[in-house]
């Protein structure tokens, strides 16, 4: 069974703290995805990796920063948090090379900046 | 970037009926999909419907490409259809656009 973790279901943190938000992917991705999800917004895309140690900026990318170390690991990074930050925030992973590929979602973090 | 649309932005149905949701897109794509987000918050995929029609029990979709639109269809809806539905495509790169999705509430 295909499985996309996320560190937290919930997290809330103070304006100004650094934010590590963690996915671990277990189906051998070469692609993972951060999005962030708001109401009346739908999802958009904060930054991706198409493999390890290579990042892509995505629509939204302002504020935030990635991490890929690993293959299996992609990390979300608020350097200084602020309210508007105040989102969920959804990882997913997908391969490049299969037809018919999907996107599969983590759970979700939904992150309250006070 | 490509544009997506879905219609309508909100939908309430009684157990058992049917609807059809639909998500139009400005440009060709190589990858359309549909999700389903229940309350909960987790998505998950319904169909990779770049073009045809597909079938999965109660759920049917077809995209025609020619005229860049998709369709969803729920058929005897039950309450646990509710959550929201998404529509994503990609035409260049790895990363799917996602429309602002048709939020679903079925009543018993």
């Known amino acids: 069974d295909v499985k996309v973790t996320q560190s937290s279901r919930y997290l809330v943190k103070r304006t100004g703290e650094k934010v590590f938000l963690e996915c671990v992917q277990d189906m051998d991705h070469e692609n993972m995805f951060w999005y962030r999800q708001d109401p009346g917004l739908g999802l958009r895309l904060i930054y991706f990796s198409y493999d390890v140690k290579m990042k892509e900026k995505g629509d939204i990318p302002e504020g935030y920063s990635v991490s890929r170390e690993k293959k299996e690991r992609f990390s979300l990074i608020l350097e200084s948090a602020s309210t508007n930050q105040t989102s969920m925030y959804l990882c997913?992973?997908?391969?490049?090379?299969?037809?018919?590929?999907?996107?599969?979602f983590g759970p979700g973090t939904r992150l309250l900046v006070l | 970037g490509i544009q997506v649309e879905q219609s309508p932005p909100d939908l309430i149905l009684q157990e058992g009926a049917n609807s059809t949701l639909r998500c139009n897109f400005s440009?060709?794509?190589?990858?359309l999909q549909w999700f389903h987000q229940n309350p909960w918050g987790q998505l998950i995929n319904l169909f990779y419907?770049?073009?045809g029609t597909k079938q999965n029990g109660r759920l049917s979709a077809t995209t025609v490409a020619t005229e860049r639109y998709s369709l969803l269809y729920i058929s005897s809806s039950q309450t646990t259809d509710s959550g929201v539905y998404f529509c994503?495509?990609?035409?260049?790169?790895?990363?799917?656009?996602f429309g602002k999705g048709t939020s679903l509430l079925v009543t018993p």
């Open positions: 997913a992973s997908s391969h490049p090379l299969r037809s018919q590929e999907t996107q599969y």
């Open positions: 994503a495509v990609e035409n260049s790169g790895y990363a799917l656009n």
């Open positions: 440009d060709s794509v190589n990858n």
């Open positions: 419907i770049p073009s």
